[in-house]
């Protein structure tokens, strides 16, 4: 099996799920992504990028309980996995090192 | 506190949603979108809020959620499902289409008889269906495949004598004259056919065949798709005695040679070079010839047929319009044809119109095979069988409920909503109905060649050569399994589960039983009167055979004779005299009675000024004729062989018409018959000259050998296929050139009536066909009776009813509904039968007892039908009845 890589997208996601610890699902992610990147988040948007991270094993999920406010239906509720932070570091080590590379371009 | 007015999503973008979205996923999304959408109303306002959210619903129809939605459809689980969220069943998902086809399946099994019944009365129906459909698209799809079709017309006559007679055939010439006269007429040709003898005299064994023949001009191949496999029209078919041949009979006639450039002789006269091979001819054309011989070759073999005062029914005329041609037009521009190739008497007499490639085949005025209405009528006949069938199908559906009810009662308490009922019952019809339609087709391939044999047509069931068979076939097992599922479904799934469990379901919810009284009359009403028509052409049939014609018709043959000179006769007569089993021989035109060569001519009596006002019936034999067929003589004596002078025999008929009051008056008196002048020498007493429809014709006979085509042979009975066989070799030394054929008398006198042993087998096969139906129809009553008396039954057989009174109670009711069915029957059988016989000049009398036979019949079907569900009623367990409850 090839590796999996992460979208653009997906990586926000991902670092969102983070962020949110337990309460990460659906509209929380949603909500979070809209205030931190000024774009339009769609719902079904980010769904998908989350069920993609479960395939991948990046994320795992579980329902939670039913409240009141959503018309009585459960929330999927998202958690990161290991490999999914070591995808992450991953990520981010290869980034630094091209940034290195960028300011210091004589070595 | 003020209760806030919740702020609702928009109910179209929420049914959106929920279409697109896939099950497994619907509780957290619709979740996560319901929140979504009241954290908007907060921050937005509930207008921007519900616009916000039929955008989110849109874009689930993003690729990734309509393929898990369709996976959804097709399998209830998914592998990366942590759960199995639970979801409403619905009615048509694959997990309940899984149980209805169990539970069908186990239906189906379970009730044997009832699955046997069904299958078989709807297999019945439905290959009805299917041949009549094959039959009705055959006749439909006649001479269509032609590219030109539409501009095609065949030319027809019309000779206004003191009646109009119609004919699809014309005078030779008109062909050429169509095409210089007329500008509109793109093509023009003429297709002359006959019956030809083909022989091969270069080769050894020298074969002979009797196949088709037809002088065509190569435009016919251009005005007809008739594609050429070898070789084209103007080369093939512009030299004299040049010969086109399809690939079958170059295959039959020069098995794997190649046929191009042999010859062949047309009746040992003419001969032909092959010059071109056709493909063979398709099934769905009425233009049967299989030989075109090159259209300058008629001047040889058929000179006399150039004139324009003889209409020989063989020949066609067909043209080609330019396109864009008023057809109207083109047909009122035909009268010009009478005016200028008629003199003015004649120009009034024959007139000349355009007939439509498409109307040949479905005009009778014109030889045409159906006609539009009786297609019709076929269709109708077709229609009414499979909905009978269906009708039936419900009857034993509904009946069969009755005992299902607590099943029914049971699921509906265990959650089962009506739709999952009704489609339950859909597919359990579905099922029968593929089991039936299998059968059903079986049949018809089986039935396939016995109908084209009785309509000597060429219909085929090829599913993959013609597409409307298979779908017909589609839409007939989708309509019927509606028809006679949805029915019982609805009432099925409609019951009460109360009423159902305690067993108290009543006529009322199970449908009316009017309907399906009025159902099982309306059936035996169509077997009753199929029944006395048949009995009535039966005995018919039997009177034309067996009745006396006049004369002897027993262990008589006839065989052609190809060559009439005097010294040929007697030189066969001589040698088949010697025969050990031919008693007598004589040489004649035709037999006393005959279908086929009558030749009917003009008479003028002892010195009158005019022609009679009669037409004779002239046949010519030797003297041997009388004792041949018994004949007797009223007056004067038999023939005497001679050809120099010319005496006639009259018949009485024909001594009556001349208005002479005893035949002896006429003997020795002068007689002109087809222009010959001659001496009545006898008087025959009358014999049937035509089939019992005509009265006897005035009838002479006189010996003229020239005239004479057959040869009868009397055969004594002891050794007949030892006798046959004699005859026929010294037939073939006698007339090496000829192809020998034979036929016994009585035989070729049974052609009279071909037509109606024809409509007898289709009787007989209805009748047993609406016996069979009417049968399934009262079984289904009978059926659903029994399941609704159970409890009277029982309380009747605990107050002391005997068996027999129970029976009576059903018997009562059929008989009922026979006797009104046959006042409906009666009338109409009688009136039908009557206007069958008042055809027939001789015929036999109706009378009362066909009518009581027919209802006997009835009854007596109705009995076997009735008698066992009544009686295995009626020795139920009293105690098993009443504790149903």
């Known amino acids: 099996m090839g590796r999996s890589y992460l979208g653009e997208f997906e990586e926000l996601v991902l670092l969102t799920v983070i962020v949110l610890g337990a309460g990460a699902y659906g509209v929380s992610i949603a909500e979070e992504l809209r205030q931190r990147t000024n774009r339009t988040i769609s719902l079904s948007a980010v769904h998908i990028a989350l069920y993609r991270l479960e395939e991948k094993g990046f994320v795992t999920s579980e329902m939670g309980g039913a409240t009141l406010s959503r018309g009585g239906r459960r929330k999927r509720l998202f958690m990161i996995t290991t490999a999914g932070r070591d995808m992450l570091t991953e990520i981010q080590e290869i980034r630094n090192q091209f940034w290195y590379a960028i300011v210091n371009p004589a070595q | 506190m003020k209760k806030q007015k919740q702020a609702i999503p928009p109910r179209f973008a929420h049914r959106l949603f929920r279409l697109l979205c896939p099950p497994e996923l619907f509780e957290e999304l619709e979740g996560d979108m319901q929140e979504q959408f009241e954290l908007d109303v907060n921050r937005a306002g509930e207008a921007a809020a519900r616009k916000t959210y039929l955008l989110e619903a849109v874009k689930f129809a993003k690729p990734y959620y309509l393929k898990r939605r369709v996976a959804g459809?097709?399998?209830?689980?998914?592998?990366?499902?942590?759960?199995?969220?639970r979801y409403s069943p619905k009615p048509l998902s694959t997990a309940m289409i899984k149980n209805y086809l169990t539970l069908a399946?186990?239906?189906?099994?379970?009730?044997?008889?009832?699955?046997?019944?069904?299958?078989?009365?709807?297999?019945?129906?439905?290959?009805?269906?299917?041949?009549?459909?094959?039959?009705?698209?055959?006749?439909l799809g006649f001479d269509k495949f032609h590219a030109n079709a539409d501009r095609v017309y065949r030319i027809t006559s019309e000779l206004h004598n003191e009646t109009v007679s119609k004919f699809g055939s014309v005078p030779q010439p008109i062909g050429a004259a169509m095409r210089d006269d007329y500008p509109f007429v793109e093509k023009v040709s003429m297709l002359i056919s006959f019956g030809g003898n083909i022989s091969f005299p270069s080769r050894r064994d020298n074969p002979k065949f009797n196949d088709g023949i037809a002088y065509a001009e190569p435009d016919f191949f251009h005005i007809l798709d008739f594609p050429f496999l070898i070789g084209n029209p103007e080369d093939a078919l512009s030299q004299p005695n040049t010969a086109v041949i399809t690939e079958r009979l170059a295959e039959k006639y020069f098995k794997k040679d190649q046929a191009m450039g042999k010859s062949f002789r047309l009746d040992n006269k003419t001969d032909f070079t092959i010059t071109g091979i056709l493909k063979n001819l398709p099934e769905n054309t009425d233009i049967r010839q299989e030989i075109y011989l090159s259209y300058p070759s008629i001047k040889q073999t058929t000179p006399w047929l150039n004139t324009?005062?003889?209409?020989?029914?063989?020949?066609?005329?067909?043209?080609?319009?330019?396109?864009?041609?008023?057809?109207?037009?083109?047909?009122?521009?035909?009268?010009?044809?009478?005016?200028?190739?008629?003199?003015?008497?004649?120009?009034?007499?024959f007139k000349f119109h355009l007939q439509p490639l498409s109307d040949i085949h479905m005009n009778l005025e014109f030889g045409g095979a159906i006609a539009k209405n009786q297609l019709i009528a076929l269709s109708l006949i077709g229609i009414f069988?499979?909905?009978?069938?269906?009708?039936?199908?419900?009857?034993?559906?509904?009946?069969?409920?009755?005992?299902?009810?607590?099943?029914?009662?049971?699921?509906?308490?265990?959650?089962?909503?009506?739709?999952?009922?009704?489609?339950?019952?859909?597919?359990?019809?579905?099922?029968?109905?593929?089991?039936?339609?299998?059968?059903?087709?079986?049949?018809?391939?089986?039935?396939?060649?016995?109908m084209n044999e009785m309509l000597s047509t060429r219909v085929t069931l090829d599913w993959l050569k013609d597409i409307n068979q298979p779908i017909?076939?589609?839409?007939?097992?989708?309509?019927?399994?509606?028809?006679?599922?949805?029915?019982?479904?609805?009432?099925?799934?409609?019951?009460?589960p109360i009423t159902a469990l305690k067993g108290k379901l009543t006529q009322s919810q199970i449908g009316g039983f009017s309907i399906?009284?009025?159902?099982?009359?309306?059936?035996?009403?169509?077997?009753?009167?199929?029944?006395?028509?048949?009995?009535?052409?039966?005995?018919?049939?039997?009177?034309?055979?067996?009745?006396d014609m006049g004369f002897k018709k027993d262990a008589i043959v006839l065989m052609p004779v190809p060559e009439t000179s005097p010294a040929k006769q007697s030189a066969m007569r001589a040698r088949f005299s010697q025969l050990p089993g031919v008693e007598k021989v004589a040489f004649l035109s035709a037999p006393p009675a005959s279908p086929e060569n009558n030749f009917d001519t003009g008479i003028r009596y002892a010195g009158r000024p005019e022609n009679e006002k009669f037409t004779i019936f002239y046949k010519t034999g030797d003297p041997e004729y009388l004792s041949m067929f018994g004949l007797k003589l009223v007056a004067g004596r038999n023939l005497v062989s001679s050809d120099t002078t010319r005496e006639y025999l009259l018949n009485e008929t024909a001594v009556e018409k001349l208005g002479v009051k005893s035949p002896h008056e006429v003997i020795g008196k002068n007689v002109n018959i087809n222009g010959r002048n001659g001496i009545i020498v006898g008087v025959m007493k009358d014999f049937h000259s035509k089939s019992f429809r005509e009265r006897i014709d005035p009838v002479c006979l006189t010996t003229r050998a020239a005239d004479n085509a057959q040869c009868?042979?009397?055969v004594s009975n002891g050794n007949l296929a030892a006798t046959l066989a004699s005859i026929q070799k010294l037939w073939n030394e006698t007339n090496p050139d000829y192809i020998y054929s034979y036929q016994f008398l009585d035989e070729h006198l049974q052609r009279f009536y071909e037509f109606d042993q024809l409509i007898l087998q289709l009787m007989w096969l209805f009748a047993g066909v609406a016996i069979f139906i009417s049968s399934l129809g009262l079984y289904g009553l009978i059926s659903f009776m029994v399941a609704q008396k159970t409890k009277e039954i029982g309380v009747r057989k605990t107050l002391g009813a005997g068996v027999g009174s129970i029976v009576w109670l059903f018997g009562r009711q059929f008989a009922h509904l026979l006797v009104i069915a046959f006042v409906i029957a009666a009338p109409i059988g009688w009136w039908l039968v009557d206007k069958y016989l008042a055809d027939f000049q001789?015929?036999?009398?109706?009378?009362?007892?066909?009518?009581?036979?027919?209802?006997?019949?009835?009854?007596?079907?109705?009995?076997?039908?009735?008698?066992?569900?009544?009686?295995?009623?009626?020795?139920?367990?009293?105690?098993?009845?009443?504790?149903?409850?």
């Open chain 2, 308 to 349: 324009w005062g003889g209409i020989l029914s063989a020949t066609q005329a067909y043209v080609l319009l330019k396109p864009g041609t008023d057809a109207s037009k083109g047909d009122q521009a035909m009268a010009g044809i009478s005016t200028k190739y008629y003199d003015a008497k004649d120009a009034k007499i």
């Open chain 2, 712 to 714: 009868a042979l009397k």
């Open chain 2, 73 to 85: 459809l097709l399998t209830s689980r998914r592998k990366t499902q942590k759960k199995v969220h």
């Open chain 2, 842 to 885: 001789y015929h036999i009398e109706l009378d009362l007892i066909t009518f009581i036979a027919v209802l006997g019949m009835t009854f007596m079907i109705a009995i076997v039908t009735v008698g066992y569900r009544s009686i295995k009623a009626a020795l139920i367990n009293p105690v098993n009845a009443l504790r149903s409850e």
């Open chain 2, 516 to 547: 399906r009284k009025g159902l099982v009359i309306a059936q035996f009403a169509i077997s009753q009167t199929l029944l006395i028509g048949t009995i009535v052409i039966t005995g018919q049939m039997r009177f034309n055979t067996q009745t």
């Open chain 2, 472 to 496: 017909f076939a589609a839409c007939l097992l989708v309509v019927v399994t509606f028809i006679s599922g949805s029915y019982p479904g609805l009432v099925l799934a409609g019951f009460q």
């Open chain 2, 385 to 450: 069988l499979v909905i009978t069938a269906c009708v039936n199908f419900i009857n034993l559906a509904t009946a069969q409920a009755l005992g299902r009810s607590k099943e029914i009662g049971v699921r509906k308490v265990m959650g089962s909503m009506k739709g999952q009922l009704f489609w339950q019952f859909i597919v359990e019809t579905g099922l029968i109905t593929l089991i039936a339609f299998i059968v059903a087709i079986g049949l018809s391939y089986l039935a396939l060649p016995f």
């Open chain 2, 105 to 139: 399946r186990r239906t189906i099994v379970r009730y044997k008889s009832y699955t046997l019944i069904n299958v078989l009365g709807l297999a019945l129906g439905l290959s009805c269906g299917i041949l009549i459909f094959s039959l009705v698209n055959y006749h």
